[in-house]
């Protein structure tokens, strides 16, 4: 869909608010919280495909997003940096949701650091929801995360390392707590490696994923008995690809689990992202799922 | 092409039901091939394909009044037909606007909905109803939302939370099943309620299955048939009223069967749910009478081949061993060695 910049706010100097509304002005799929958008975002040789947690209601009539300057970026939050102004009309892909509160939690344990407050923007708006929530942020970024969070005894902005012991909050959490956990790599590796280590059991621990297994590197496969060659691009499946190209290879579910579009490998190593052949099929490397799987060579000749 | 709703039909004691010419010739026949055996038969639930019934996002047909009525007269003898967990009370809103658009967009000559912020305005037509109430406050509603909407929509439903990358059956709306219970099942993981189904554990349809549906995306809803036999057209076949039914299927004689016994089938959509996460389950049955059925060459000869071949512990736990002979003989006649192309398709334009 096509959502156009309404309003740009710069909340750090590392990090941009956005609100995207619709271009038509008609209705927005719901974000419920914990959901993400996917940006198409326009790059002088290559569009990247950035995603986002939505921070605002899941009824609202556009989406924010925050948007922090990655050192070195890729691409995309450059440009959103750099280049977005009010009125840019972007492809948005419609949201999904990796991230979603678990509603059986008795009570929940947010744990966040810089741009990884985005998720739990939206869990705390969410009504009677019982939470205790930490934020990490440096001492700089203070006033602007404060403004952008609840406040009360539940709500804890940390400004240094050592006011958060992480070791002692995770001992103390009542029965039925769930843990979840947002924010740069190490951060959440250090959050789970001390909730492991504290007895906490997998199922209660969570971490924010865009997840987005489906792209990857584009590759060539050529079918030996139609003669056809189709090019597979970042974002699409070999199965788009050979219908693209006019083929009308089989399929049914699209997404890796009934089996139809399973083509023999005759050349190339396929990578599997299927749940329908064995580990051992896997490993075999003959047989491919055109709907999800992809290519660890640069090319594969198959036999369609 | 319009829809034109019969006036009440019964599905107990005189079962006045009988589908139109119309109804016959867009009924989902359920077997693409000679053959029958559990798979992972899932794909896109997008408008248009292999029959009219995928047309619509939900489904409405001509019984819809009887349905309704139907539904009614179980619930109010069983009330625990429906039950949502206290978790699920966001998924059930979700389920109420999913339902309420749907309808207004696929039959806005029957169902209109109207939106002012959370002031919403439901008119049902058929069911002569006209309602205002404020979205997200279940008082304003004369049912809890999920309950409200499945009232007024055809077809079983159920709520599936997901957690611990499983799905739960955590509330439902279950007044015409195939045989099982929602006051049992309520609570329970995905292999947990499929736990009395044969063969598919073994050959990992539902770890499959579930893989596929923990991945399901909002806006993209997936679909699969399912189908079963039943003795007269009788929507409620649950575990708890065996009573009434059990002996309709011991009645069953070879001089009857065409008229009695029906095809029933099940088109199952899944829908992930924006606010609440979880997944709706929507199983929309059809009912046909085996001597309307016949009127369809290409189905007669095919339901003669599929029941006839069927793998002996999938007809012991659909319950058909003892009318599956009457049944293979009901269609034998029909049967003239043809070969039958694929899929489902009619291949008829009239009866
Ligand atoms: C959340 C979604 C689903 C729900 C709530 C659900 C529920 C059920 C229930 C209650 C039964 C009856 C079990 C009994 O005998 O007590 C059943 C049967 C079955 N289900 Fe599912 N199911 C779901 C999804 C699926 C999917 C995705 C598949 C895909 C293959 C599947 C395949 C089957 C099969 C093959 C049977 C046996 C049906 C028969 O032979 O009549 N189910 N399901
Ligand atoms: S289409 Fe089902 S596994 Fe690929």
Redo the contacts with the bound molecule.
């Keep these: 869909m096509k959502l156009k910049i309404e309003a740009i706010a710069t909340l750090t100097p590392g990090i941009r608010k956005f609100t995207l509304a619709p271009v038509d002005g008609s209705p927005l799929p719901h974000a419920g919280a914990g959901s993400h958008v996917v940006l198409e975002i326009p790059g002088p040789s290559r569009i990247w495909k950035n995603a986002y947690s939505i921070t605002s209601a899941a009824d609202a009539p556009a989406y924010e997003i925050m948007v922090r300057r990655v050192e070195k970026s890729r691409g995309g939050s450059a440009w959103l940096h750099d280049h977005a102004k009010l009125g840019d009309v972007l492809e948005v892909y419609p949201p999904q949701n990796l991230f979603a509160p678990q509603r059986l939690a008795k009570r929940h344990l947010l744990l966040s650091a810089g741009i990884g407050i985005t998720p739990f923007l939206s869990y705390v708006r969410l009504a009677g929801l019982a939470y205790e929530f930490h934020h990490c942020c440096k001492p700089e970024d203070e006033a602007a995360f404060r403004a952008l969070l609840p406040s009360g005894p539940q709500m804890t902005l940390h400004t240094s390392r050592h006011t958060l012991n992480l070791e002692a909050l995770l001992k103390s959490q009542p029965l039925g707590t769930h843990l979840s956990v947002c924010g740069p790599e190490s951060f959440m590796d250090m959050v789970l490696a001390t909730a492991a280590h504290a007895g906490w059991p997998a199922a209660k621990v969570h971490k924010e994923s865009f997840g987005g297994a489906t792209g990857g590197e584009p590759f060539v496969a050529h079918m030996k008995r139609s003669g056809v060659t189709v090019t597979v691009g970042r974002e699409e499946s070999l199965l788009d690809a050979m219908e693209a190209a006019g083929l009308a290879p089989p399929c049914l579910c699209r997404g890796g689990a009934c089996g139809e579009c399973k083509l023999t490998v005759l050349e190339g190593v396929p990578d599997h992202h299927d749940h329908y052949l064995s580990e051992i099929e896997h490993a075999a490397n003959d047989a491919v799922m055109t709907c999800v799987s992809r290519a660890k060579t640069p090319e594969l000749v198959l036999d369609f | 092409m319009k829809l034109s709703l019969k006036p009440q039909e019964t599905y107990r004691d005189d079962y006045t039901f009988s589908n139109s010419d119309e109804a016959i010739l867009r009924f989902p026949f359920p077997f693409p091939e000679d053959g029958y055996m559990?798979?992972?038969?899932?794909e896109p639930h997008v408008r248009g394909g292999a029959t009219p019934v995928y047309d619509k996002v939900f489904d409405v047909d001509e019984h819809y009044i009887g349905d309704m009525a139907d539904r009614a007269i179980t619930l109010d003898q069983d009330p625990l037909r429906c039950q949502v967990l206290p978790h699920m009370e966001t998924a059930e809103w979700d389920t109420l606007e999913l339902l309420m658009e749907s309808l207004a967009n696929d039959y806005p000559e029957h169902f209109s909905l109207t939106k002012n912020g959370d002031k919403w305005h439901w008119i049902n037509r058929p069911l002569e109803i006209d309602q205002t109430f404020t979205f997200g406050r279940k008082e304003t509603l004369p049912y809890d939302p999920f309950e409200y909407i499945t009232r007024q929509m055809q077809g079983d439903f159920?709520l599936?939370d997901q957690r611990d990358n499983n799905?739960y059956?955590d509330g439902?709306m279950v007044t015409s099943?195939?045989?099982?219970?929602l006051n049992f099942?309520v609570g329970m993981s995905?292999h947990e309620?499929?736990?009395?189904?044969p063969l598919?554990h073994q050959a990992g349809?539902?770890d499959r299955?579930?893989q596929?549906?923990l991945r399901l995306q909002y806006g993209k809803p997936v679909r699969?048939l399912?189908?079963?036999m039943t003795a007269n057209p009788r929507l409620d076949t649950s575990p708890e009223n065996y009573p009434l039914w059990g002996p309709e299927k011991a009645a069953i004689t070879p001089e009857n069967v065409g008229h009695r016994m029906c095809l029933r089938v099940e088109l199952?959509t899944?829908h992930r749910l924006p606010r609440s996460n979880a997944?709706l389950?929507s199983?929309r049955g059809y009912l046909i009478r085996l001597e309307e059925l016949v009127k369809v060459k290409k189905w007669a000869v095919r339901m003669h081949r599929v029941i006839r071949d069927l793998h002996p512990q999938?007809a012991e736990?659909?319950g058909l061993p003892r009318y599956r002979q009457y049944v293979v003989d009901y269609f034998a006649p029909f049967d003239d060695g043809r070969t039958l192309n694929s899929g489902i398709a009619a291949e008829q334009d009239s009866i």
């Design positions: 559990y798979s992972v038969n899932m159920s599936q799905l059956m439902g099943q195939a045989d099982w219970s099942d995905f309620w499929h736990g009395p189904v598919a349809v539902f299955a579930l596929y549906l699969r399912n189908w079963t199952q899944l997944i389950f199983i999938i736990y659909k």
